[in-house]
């Protein structure tokens, strides 16, 4: 008998078979995932989460016989009243009493729980940031070493005794240096002939000692160790891209905008900031928001406090602006602005707006994704405007072929992720869609 | 109240490797030398619940190929016990020699002690001398197959690629239910009885001989019917399909046949214990009982332990009633426990009525050896069949319905009085006969000459039809393995009258050879 620890073996056997399975149900589950953001909160959008596919796409047929029809019969414990003879109505859905329920066709769900990084490699699967070109090395741990080969020179520490030894050992072969043994070989002779008892070999004698004294000139002149045989470990810093990111929410948070408008602004910027965190080691959020004038606020305050104003959109911008110009130098910086409004706009100060938009902000960011947000319920279907609204009939002049800027709709929940994706979809190089 | 002379085994629920092998010794005395089980020899290994959970996702098996499947079972298992509907097996044991027993790390030391009698030695003795498992197993082999079968399938992927050997897997296990010898087969007789028997046959025609059938006239001469031949040849009918597909299917390589036959082994080897599921863990729950009682008797398990042990002795054994909600049906465990310990009983301290029952038992007084001889040689349905006795009827409650198709309403058939006993128990062995529970399917033809297809035919028993979704999946499967049409016509058992057929061409050439 024996009695085996096994608790320290290896885990996670089932790992590939569990990845072959997502690999297959790859379609389905990608499907789930992205329809599970319509139902849940967005804060817990990158835990990990259970998903729901259809049992028929993983199913595993086996020749069975159907669960209802034909004649059967059945054995069940704990009778109560029944006697001999009693009619009982047949259940409804059904022939059979609750025997084969769960085992045979009822079951087309198939329930399971994603780890974060699974959901989130098939939430934003095939989608690429723009213009990932403009990546930044900033000071601090930019500078990374590795190693590459060996080197005739360089500090004591990094020398490598291997391969030292390795070229010591090959130049003491090639030159022939004397081993030990030999030279012990020949005192040893020399001593016997040396002894008093010794037999008589003249010049033997004289012989060896100069064969021995010559090998111990050659020990001598091939050193043990050369400094031709050191080698040292060579590094060389390599430049690492550390792309750092930030990004600008902008909202208009006077009156005319209601709950469920922030809400979907939210869910945008909730997208943008999972998407970013994941393309960037180091992403900063900047809340600005705005009525008639902006403040830089911090999340809480702007997705939750209302306040009361005009509107000027420009104000958001020109804040932007100063922030950019105290903290983040666009040299450094990957510059993401994502705002959002209803469209209201105070009309004099559109061609403001323009103009900074135009000449300031598009040649420093990365992208500019401007979201309309509507009511819920609105006839327009997405993305196609029957009225444009003042800021999207000004912004729209803009939007040109340079392509950093993009314009989109979204009255409800479930067109959030469709326009996210869209916009953020992969594309050939120079197929880039200029927004419209 | 214990009153043996022996210390206790242990006290509080915390266990050490030290302890596990006093709590293993202890009850291997008493399944030694008191119950007189015979076992292979015991691995215990303590595993943690995560590799619990893979265990379970690949049938249980310490090795096991990789396929898709098994990562969805795993999926749904973890799913499960991460919310906390189902709590795991405290233990997983394995047919195999060394006998091989899991248990987890969380169990107390009570939880050990029933897990070794359970598995080490109740399932342990029940694996080596049940004659099914005879028959059809080979403890010994198991592992190294099973790590044959893994390297195989493995060295296969590398070679023609995943996709192709996930196919054919996905394939074969679709008709892994029809991938087992149901019968052990013939034994090829030695030439020796061949010829004696050959001798016989013309001895006997010498003695009818008479020259009058001569100038019989001679009938039409009929063509020799190659279907019969053919039929012959292939071994037709034949219900084992994937061993029909092994030997016959023209399309299929060589390593395509050998996954084919890995996975019908694995089949053939999971076969027993479809048809022993009540019996087995009748026989596991009944020796845990036996021991832990002895244990506790002979003041090596303290009452506290006990009241633990009967605690979860009970739930395993919890049979619900049909109206409670919490009905799934018949409890392998309870029945199984129920019947073995009745029929202890019988041997006993028998009843009149047990002495009508059970003549050949009742009252035979040796309640161990009738039950390890029951254990040898009986299945579910035979076991049920012959020693569901009336009292464990009674004590159930249990009644029959019938559900007839035509019938608006259910009948209740029989409950348990008099006239009901003989009927529930046997529709109850039915309930566990594979043979009436599996559809009987079977090859019976090829058409080899023309377009080589294959027909099939399910013998419809009480009007009960296949699924149909399913069928067409599987049947699409066995024609890719097959490589040409496919047809499954479903007839009734009596008449032979057709009520559907399912006829299925493969994918482009299926998955054998292209015919390039």
């Given at each position: 008998m024996h009695i085996i620890d096994r608790r320290l073996n290896p885990g996670g056997k089932s790992l590939v078979n569990r990845q072959r399975f997502l690999q297959r149900a790859k379609t389905l589950v990608q499907k789930a995932v992205r329809d599970s953001l319509k139902d849940r909160s967005i804060k817990d959008l990158d835990q990990e989460s259970e998903v729901t596919i259809v049992r028929d796409g993983v199913q595993e047929p086996t020749l069975?016989?159907?669960?209802?029809?034909?004649?059967?019969?059945?054995?069940?414990?704990?009778?109560?009243?029944?006697?001999?003879?009693?009619?009982?109505?047949?259940?409804?859905?059904?022939?059979?009493?609750?025997?084969?329920?769960?085992?045979?066709?009822?079951?087309?769900?198939?329930?399971?729980?994603?780890?974060?990084?699974?959901?989130?490699?098939?939430?934003?699967?095939?989608?690429?940031?723009?213009?990932?070109?403009?990546?930044?090395?900033?000071?601090g741990d930019a500078q990374g070493v590795r190693s590459a080969g060996y080197t005739t020179s360089g500090s004591p520490a990094s020398l490598s005794v291997t391969r030292t030894m390795r070229n010591s050992l090959s130049r003491r072969i090639a030159l022939r240096r004397p081993t030990r043994e030999e030279i012990r070989l020949i005192e040893e002779e020399i001593a016997r002939l040396e002894a008093p008892d010794a037999p008589d070999a003249p010049g033997e004698l004289e012989r060896l000692r100069a064969e021995h004294e010559r090998l111990v000139r050659r020990r001598n002149l091939v050193s043990y160790i050369d400094p031709i045989d050191l080698r040292y470990r060579r590094h060389e810093p390599t430049p690492k891209p550390i792309a750092q990111a930030v990004m600008f929410c902008l909202m208009d948070v006077s009156g005319s905008m209601t709950e469920h408008m922030k809400d979907l602004a939210k869910r945008f910027y909730a997208l943008l900031?999972?998407?970013?965190?994941?393309?960037?080691?180091?992403?900063?959020?900047?809340?600005?928001?705005?009525?008639?004038?902006?403040?830089?606020?911090?999340?809480?305050?702007?997705?939750?406090?209302?306040?009361?104003?005009?509107?000027?959109?420009?104000?958001?911008?020109?804040?932007?602006?100063?922030?950019?110009?105290?903290?983040?130098?666009?040299?450094?910086?990957?510059?993401?602005?994502?705002?959002?409004?209803?469209?209201?706009?105070?009309?004099?100060?559109?061609?403001?707006?323009?103009?900074l938009l135009e000449e300031k902000i598009l040649p420093i960011v990365q992208y500019f994704a401007y979201l309309e947000v509507g009511r819920d319920g609105d006839p327009m279907a997405m993305g196609i405007p029957s009225r444009s609204s003042d800021l999207w009939g000004a912004y729209d002049k803009v939007a040109g072929p340079k392509g950093r800027m993009v314009m989109r709709k979204v009255h409800h929940r479930r067109e959030i992720y469709p326009v996210f994706r869209e916009l953020f979809q992969r594309r050939a190089a120079g197929d880039r869609v200029s927004g419209r | 109240m214990s009153t043996g002379p022996g210390p206790l085994l242990f006290e509080g629920g915390d266990w050490s490797f030290?302890?596990?092998?006093?709590?293993?010794?202890?009850?291997?005395?008493?399944?030694?030398?008191?119950?007189?089980?015979?076992?292979?020899?015991?691995?215990?290994?303590?595993?943690?619940?995560?590799?619990?959970?893979?265990?379970?996702?690949?049938?249980?098996m310490p090795l096991f190929y990789k396929h898709w499947s098994f990562g969805k079972q795993f999926l749904s298992n973890e799913m499960l016990y991460r919310k906390g509907m189902t709590g795991l097996a405290y233990e997983l044991v394995i047919n195999s020699s060394p006998c091989i027993s899991y248990v987890m790390e969380e169990n107390s030391a009570m939880m050990q002690t029933l897990v070794i009698s359970h598995a080490a030695f109740g399932h342990n003795h029940f694996f080596k001398n049940n004659y099914l498992f005879k028959q059809w197993t080979d403890a010994e082999g198991i592992l190294d197959y099973l790590e044959f079968a893994r390297n195989y399938i493995t060295s296969c992927e590398e070679r023609y690629g995943q996709n192709q050997v996930e196919r054919l897997l996905d394939a074969a296990h679709a008709l892994m239910r029809q991938g087992v010898h149901r019968y052990p087969r013939a034994q090829a007789r030695d030439l020796k009885m061949e010829a004696q028997?050959?001798?016989?046959?013309?001895?006997?025609?010498?003695?009818?001989?008479?020259?009058?059938?001569?100038?019989?006239?001679?009938?039409?001469?009929?063509?020799?019917?190659?279907?019969?031949?053919?039929?012959?040849?292939?071994?037709?009918?034949?219900?084992?399909?994937?061993?029909?597909?092994?030997?016959?299917?023209?399309?299929?390589?060589?390593?395509?046949?050998?996954?084919?036959?890995?996975?019908?082994?694995?089949?053939?080897?999971?076969?027993?214990?479809?048809?022993t599921k009540v019996m087995n863990e009748g026989t596991a729950t009944y020796v845990h009982y036996r021991i832990m009682t002895m244990l506790h008797e002979r003041g090596q398990l303290g009452d506290g332990a006990f009241m633990e042990f009967l605690q979860s002795h009970t739930n395993v054994c919890h049979q619900p009633t049909f109206d409670?909600?919490?009905?799934?049906?018949?409890?392998?465990?309870?029945?199984?426990?129920?019947?073995?310990?009745?029929?202890?009983?019988?041997?006993?301290?028998?009843?009149?009525?047990?002495?009508?029952?059970?003549?050949?038992?009742?009252?035979?007084?040796?309640?161990?050896?009738?039950?390890?001889?029951?254990?040898?040689?009986?299945?579910?349905?035979?076991?049920?069949?012959?020693?569901?006795?009336?009292?464990?009827?009674?004590?159930?409650?249990?009644?029959?319905?019938?559900?007839?198709?035509?019938?608006?309403?259910?009948?209740?058939?029989?409950?348990?009085?008099e006239r009901g006993y003989r009927n529930i128990r046997r529709a109850l062995g039915r309930h566990y006969d594979i043979g009436w529970q599996e559809p009987d399917i079977q090859i019976v033809d090829v058409d080899l000459t023309g377009d080589r297809r294959l027909m099939l035919e399910h013998h419809v028993t009480n009007g009960v039809r296949l699924a149909e979704g399913d069928t067409a999946k599987v049947l699409?499967?066995?024609?890719?393995?097959?490589?040409?049409?496919?047809?499954?016509?479903?007839?009734?058992?009596?008449?032979?009258?057709?009520?559907?057929?399912?006829?299925?061409?493969?994918?482009?050439?299926?998955?054998?050879?292209?015919?390039?």
């Open positions: 069975r016989r159907t669960a209802t029809g034909g004649n059967r019969d059945h054995i069940f414990p704990g009778n109560k009243d029944y006697v001999e003879g009693d009619m009982i109505p047949r259940p409804s859905g059904g022939g059979g009493a609750g025997n084969n329920a769960g085992s045979g066709d009822g079951e087309d769900e198939f329930r399971f729980v994603l780890t974060r990084e699974e959901f989130l490699d098939l939430f934003l699967d095939d989608l690429e940031l723009p213009e990932m070109a403009k990546r930044r090395l900033v000071a900031h999972l998407f970013l965190r994941r393309c960037y080691r180091h992403v900063e959020v900047v809340f600005i928001r705005h009525t008639d004038r902006a403040e830089e606020v911090d999340e809480q305050t702007f997705f939750y406090s209302q306040e009361t104003g005009g509107t000027l959109v420009s104000s958001a911008l020109e804040h932007m602006l100063g922030v950019v110009a105290a903290r983040y130098r666009p040299d450094d910086w990957n510059i993401y602005v994502a705002q959002a409004s209803d469209g209201d706009n105070v009309p004099s100060d559109n061609p403001k707006s323009i103009r | 030290d302890l596990l092998k006093r709590i293993f010794d202890a009850v291997e005395r008493i399944a030694l030398e008191d119950l007189k089980l015979d076992t292979y020899p015991n691995q215990i290994e303590v595993i943690t619940a995560e590799q619990m959970l893979d265990a379970y996702s690949s049938t249980g028997r050959e001798n016989e046959r013309h001895a006997h025609q010498e003695r009818v001989y008479d020259d009058l059938w001569r100038t019989m006239p001679k009938a039409p001469k009929q063509a020799s019917t190659p279907a019969g031949d053919r039929r012959k040849a292939l071994n037709l009918p034949q219900e084992n399909i994937l061993y029909f597909l092994e030997k016959s299917a023209p399309r299929l390589q060589a390593w395509q046949r050998e996954i084919l036959r890995i996975i019908r082994l694995i089949a053939q080897y999971f076969y027993p214990q479809m048809q409670s909600g919490h009905y799934g049906g018949i409890n392998p465990y309870a029945l199984g426990f129920g019947m073995m310990q009745d029929i202890a009983g019988i041997c006993v301290d028998p009843t009149a009525e047990d002495r009508e029952w059970f003549p050949d038992i009742a009252g035979k007084g040796d309640p161990d050896g009738v039950l390890k001889h029951i254990w040898a040689n009986y299945r579910d349905e035979s076991f049920v069949a012959q020693f569901l006795s009336p009292r464990l009827i009674r004590a159930w409650k249990l009644f029959k319905l019938t559900d007839h198709q035509q019938d608006p309403a259910l009948k209740v058939d029989a409950i348990h009085n699409q499967h066995l024609a890719n393995l097959w490589g040409y049409e496919v047809c499954l016509d479903e007839l009734e058992r009596e008449g032979g009258k057709s009520l559907k057929r399912h006829s299925v061409k493969p994918q482009g050439s299926g998955l054998g050879e292209t015919a390039a």
